[in-house]
């Protein structure tokens, strides 16, 4: 339901969504195929190292914990109550709830606005309101961080620990991406699934994300936004970067959109919302592997500050995908004359005769993991040089680990100089290997060429925001006076 | 060098550079980091069972092999000479091979065309010519089949065995792909690295790959066509599904593909490229990966017939990514009410009340494998379905591994009907297992939404490539006669 603008309260109170003490499961079961089952068993897994109170009018123990037959009952203080009841019997909780003065509630139900239930849903926003209990959900998947071993809902993976905070309205696409994460090492920082976001709204959970510690990117998926006011003022005051999906702007995807999360789109069209969001300063990403791609870059990357890419590769045909890929997206590689007057001869000194020292710069397939390390040291170095690439091909004569903790160590080393640097190694299992190595060291690493070359173009496009932003506020600003 | 088109004699011999009976290895070594040992040792490993001769001017030995002087000394015929010398020592090594009637040449030196030495790969190619040997290379990476367990060059990885015929002019970006086939399971029937393509041209490996039993797709990584008249009449009288991916059109490309293999792109422009593709009824995809995707799945699944695709998935969100690129790629869904009249109420039975029966068809995260496979049996059996998109993700109550063995079993039964099928699983490690069972049971699986949907519309695609084919044959004919 609409807001203003982002409230203070909630984002005050999410810090017990994220981070509770207590947990109450309003409607724990020991149907072990219900989630009033799983979403202990999820947080215990997990590690989680609060206090679980399961809340069942029959049973007197739960999971092997002992149960209360109302949240009422609890005799200490409960920070999070999570309801998985059914529809009908959430707004009695939700009373309870604030009687028991719970910090937050997060509700898995589902049955309200998504099958037209809109009525029921206002009612509860409504009542959570007047009475100052942030609501997420409902119809939500979960809730959680790795930092806290805290698994909240029905989820049945706890994510690699990394920068990327991950704010989905869909549950299905959060656990694809959160089993990804755990797959490909793709490192996140605290997650959750709005549903129907009823209450607790996007700004909100941005406006938390900002000020969360591990997080340095602010990955959102959305189906509708209800406050585009309150979106857009809460991402332009974001001093990390935001990138964005948003789907069921297609005719079918309306009404998919309606039926999955309630979610409005009517009358809204894609070019509104690109709008929308080149105004409120985020990125906005096409497909789920650029979404992906673009946050943990943004996560491990700082800005690139100019056009002056160097690409140092051992195969000839990845870099040429590279260049490709570069000019399509508008910032086509420059030679390596033209960046800097001696780089073209500093960099030779690591090739043999038969490498290529334009840019791409091929070492040839017979690169050692020193001449990866001097090609990338003198990269570094060279003051006109604003970012990295690198790509590993794996040869019969590659080395690929020796390589990649060469550059793992250079990284270390010269990161402070707050250049981005990006990797691709494509092959089988140890360039697999590799790419999971480089991501927990902090270097984003990908599969295929496009994939680095749209991170990195990425990171571009998050340095111009960053110089458009002090002109966007201004303008929101004015046009706020206005009305 | 140019052709005018594909020549007979070539084509037949090429045989024997895909399934020699005896490989000598000229330039064989004793020194495990070169070219000369590795091949030796790569056909072992991979457990050729033709002969191998080493030929070495010193050695009486080589990895454990008898080694002759000359290959004029070996007391047998040769099928295949790979050469590994340097590129001064390669005339007179197949002077040699034309003496001893060898059957096809394989140049894996360097230090032709690519560094600026044009005349002296211009002289090996017209002496081949003259002589009737044809010749891969020179500065090639390897060639081989895994149907054969046949792996000839310096290539660490022998794929897995599947439909895609990959034919590459880049060594890295080849090596990349036959790693990526072993751990993702993409299916290889049998690959090569075309390098400077001296003499043996695309056209000819693409007629032989028509032909070669488990080719059902045959890729193209091109830097440069030197005879584009032979390529597209190559093309347009395959019947077999193209996919291309030129590289080397952008400006910097243009030096580096030629510092790469030698490849002349100069005033030939992109968009003359996509018009020859045009012409030649071949597809041109952008990225690696969607070049892979879509050989993938043109190597599996048979034309899409018409555009009413039913995407069946336990995900709303994935469902909507789908509609969203569906659209956005020009073939949109269709509501299942506009594709068949009971389609909507047969597959509702096979869904909760909560579930939504529109397209994408959301059977709800509680979806069983009965479910699905009650969903895409009634989806193929529904005369006016033409193709079929499956969603699978992980929920806390999803059986991946059952839902995977059904679909497979429902494929089996009815992939008769001649009706593209594929799937999308995204998620932990179950999920990436499935992919791989999916694809070793011949059906295109892959871990994001539109990389599936990317698939589908190439099946459209293809397609009306097909119906177009006989108009393109004609007017090439026309044109031909013409000069």
Request: aromatic share 8%; with cysteine; net charge negative.
């Amino acid at each position: 339901m609409e807001i203003k603008e982002a409230r203070q309260y909630v984002i005050d109170r999410l810090n017990y969504a994220f981070k509770p003490k207590s947990v109450a499961v309003i409607g724990a079961s020991r149907n072990e195929k219900k989630v009033g089952f799983k979403v202990i068993q999820g947080l215990r897994r997990c590690g989680y190292e609060g206090i679980i109170y399961p809340i069942n009018v029959k049973a007197t123990e739960v999971a092997g914990l002992p149960a209360y037959k109302s949240i009422l009952d609890v005799p200490d203080d409960v920070d999070l109550a999570f309801v998985s009841l059914p529809a009908t019997g959430v707004f009695e909780a939700l009373e309870q709830c604030v009687e028991k003065k719970v910090k937050i509630a997060v509700v898995s139900s589902s049955g309200f606005g998504e099958i037209g239930n809109k009525n029921l849903q206002n009612e509860i926003t409504e009542y959570c309101r007047e009475n100052g209990l942030p609501l997420i959900g409902p119809n939500l998947v979960g809730i959680g961080t790795p930092y806290h071993n805290y698994n909240c809902g029905f989820v049945p993976y706890l994510p690699n620990k990394g920068p990327v905070a991950l704010i989905s309205q869909s549950g299905s696409n959060l656990l694809a991406a959160l089993g990804s994460s755990q797959l490909d090492h793709f490192g996140i920082s605290m997650f959750v699934g709005l549903g129907n976001k009823a209450d607790v709204d996007f700004s909100e959970v941005i406006k938390y994300a900002e000020q969360e510690e591990h997080t340095k990117c602010i990955a959102v998926y959305i189906e509708a936004l209800d406050s585009p006011e309150a979106f857009k003022k809460a991402c332009l005051e974001c001093e990390k970067p935001i990138t964005v999906i948003k789907v069921g702007s297609s005719k079918i995807g309306v009404k998919a959109a309606f039926a999955h999360t309630a979610s409005d789109n009517t009358g809204h069209n894609n070019a509104e919302y690109d709008q929308l969001f080149q105004e409120s300063g985020v990125m906005r990403e096409e497909t789920w592997q650029e979404f992906l791609d673009t946050s943990l870059a943004l996560g491990m990357c700082p800005p690139l500050r100019g056009d002056n890419v160097v690409m140092i590769t051992n195969g000839g045909g990845a870099g040429l995908l590279a260049c490709d890929h570069f000019e399509r997206l508008g910032m086509p590689l420059k030679e390596l004359k033209e960046i800097s007057q001696n780089l073209r001869s500093a960099i030779r000194k690591y090739m043999p005769s038969f490498g290529s020292p334009l840019n791409p710069v091929d070492i040839s397939g017979t690169a050692t993991s020193e001449m990866y390390g001097g090609a990338l040291r003198t990269a570094y170095r060279d003051e006109n040089v604003d970012g990295i690439v690198i790509s590993v091909c794996p040869t019969a004569v590659t080395d690929v680990e020796a390589i990649t903790d060469t550059v793992i160590e250079i990284h270390k080393q010269y990161k402070t100089l707050g250049k981005p640097f990006i990797m691709e190694c494509q092959g089988g299992n140890e360039c697999r290997e590799a790419i999971m190595k480089l991501r927990d060291h902090g270097i984003p690493a990908f599969s295929t060429m496009e994939q680095a070359v749209n991170a990195m173009v990425a990171l571009r496009e998050y340095s111009h925001i960053m110089s458009r932003k002090e002109e966007l506020l201004k303008q929101a600003h004015a046009e706020e006076e206005e009305k």
